[in-house]
Nanobody, 122 residues
């Protein structure tokens, strides 16, 4: 398993932007796909975006499509999530995940960060 550490969360106003970062170390060969999920209190963990290390192919959840962009820096083993036009409903703990499958489902990922809080006020 890879070790994943998220950073970049914070408290912002609606309409603002944030960029989250996920630093990967350790056995990163096991994480062919990197993803972002989020979880708000009382809700299930929600798929946000994913990217394939090898070719940079991406996929987005419907709720963030057109506003969020996932990207990678393979040389630095980092994955980013650029979040624009943030809304109060984006408020959640955001988690970085790694796995071997192209998947929207959290149970297909076996490496997880501790999460970073994003709070969007109206």
């Amino acid at each position: 398993q890879a070790q994943l550490v998220e950073s970049g969360g914070g408290l912002v106003q609606a309409g603002d932007s944030l960029r989250l970062s996920c630093a990967a170390s350790g056995r990163i060969f096991s994480s062919r796909v990197m993803a972002w999920f989020r979880q708000a209190p009382g809700k299930e963990r929600e798929f946000v975006a994913l990217i394939r290390w090898s070719n940079g192919r991406t996929l987005y959840g419907d709720s963030v499509k057109g506003r969020f962009t996932i990207s990678k820096d393979s040389a630095q083993n980092r994955v980013y999530l650029q979040m624009n036009t943030l809304k109060p409903e984006d408020t959640a703990v955001y988690y970085c995940a790694g796995g071997i499958q192209w998947s929207r489902y959290p149970n297909d990922y076996d490496s997880w960060g501790q999460g970073t809080q994003v709070t969007v006020s109206s």
